[in-house]
């Protein structure tokens, strides 16, 4: 029988009961006959089995990524001043903002290790998106794990959102997670691009004088964080879940 993508709410039980087989989600569209996007589809809406619930196991098959800027002054964080109390606003603890060369950046980590980096030249509108998923998202698996049967974890920017990235997602059969958004404290890769930034701050005169040493001074970076960091940041997955939770949306300790 050939896979279906429309579904009664009989085929929708049928993978509801089949998840807790714990089988991948090419096993499981195998097994029930129907295409993997429709399996991910009904995954994320079965009221069951929650992400909120995921285990460890299951979210180490999940892809995160994220878009970041790196500026050659201070990283991202900007200078800091001693001051007293009451003078926040003070013209003395004030500096007038300069415009130095920064990069925008795409990556992407899974319990694996790091993958590839984009650096953009340009605004991330829906196409330029699509391409960076393309190139650099699809690679991704086959580079970090040989187990391809993941799925995609990306924010609510409205590039990731557009009706045709969504079905570009859908035509190559990429399960995307449900994820919050306003959602920082919940992206692992969040730890890495402070742990890049905070690399750089820490060069001092050895810092990165134009782009092109910026590019390559992240690239070494990016490529130097082990797989144990990033497996150990998957794993914390469930925790930082409860602690957002618990938070009630404001910022939690990750």
């Not at 497996?231 to 997955?237: D, P």
């Amino acid at each position: 029988m050939g896979k279906r993508k429309d579904l009664s709410k009989f085929d929708k039980g049928q993978i509801v009961m089949a998840r807790p087989l714990d089988q991948s989600i090419s096993k499981t569209a195998a097994l029930v006959e129907f295409s993997r996007s429709a399996v991910v589809s009904i995954y994320q809406k079965d009221p069951f089995s929650p992400e909120k619930n995921w285990t460890v196991a299951q979210w180490s098959k999940a892809l995160f990524s994220d878009e970041t800027k790196f500026c050659i002054s201070f990283g991202n964080r900007g200078p800091r001043v001693w001051r007293k109390g009451g003078e926040a606003h003070s013209p003395s603890c004030l500096k007038s903002s300069i415009k130095f060369p920064q990069s925008v950046i795409w990556g992407a980590i899974s319990s694996a290790g790091v993958g590839p980096l984009c650096f953009l030249k340009t605004k991330v509108t829906a196409p330029v998106y699509q391409e960076i998923l393309e190139h650099f998202m699809l690679p991704s698996p086959d580079q970090l794990s040989e187990d391809a049967d993941f799925i995609f974890q990306q924010d609510l920017a409205p590039a990731h959102t557009a009706k045709t990235t969504k079905s570009w997602l859908n035509d190559h059969g990429v399960g995307v997670l449900d994820w919050p958004a306003n959602s920082q404290d919940l992206n692992p890769i969040g730890n890495l691009w402070g742990i890049v930034k905070l690399s750089i701050e820490k060069m001092r005169n050895k810092r990165p004088k134009n782009a092109d040493e910026l590019k390559a001074t992240v690239k070494e970076t990016w490529a130097s964080i082990p797989p144990q960091q990033c497996h150990k940041l998957i794993t914390s997955m469930p925790r930082r879940i409860e602690a957002v939770i618990k938070a009630k949306g404001a910022p939690a300790k990750y």
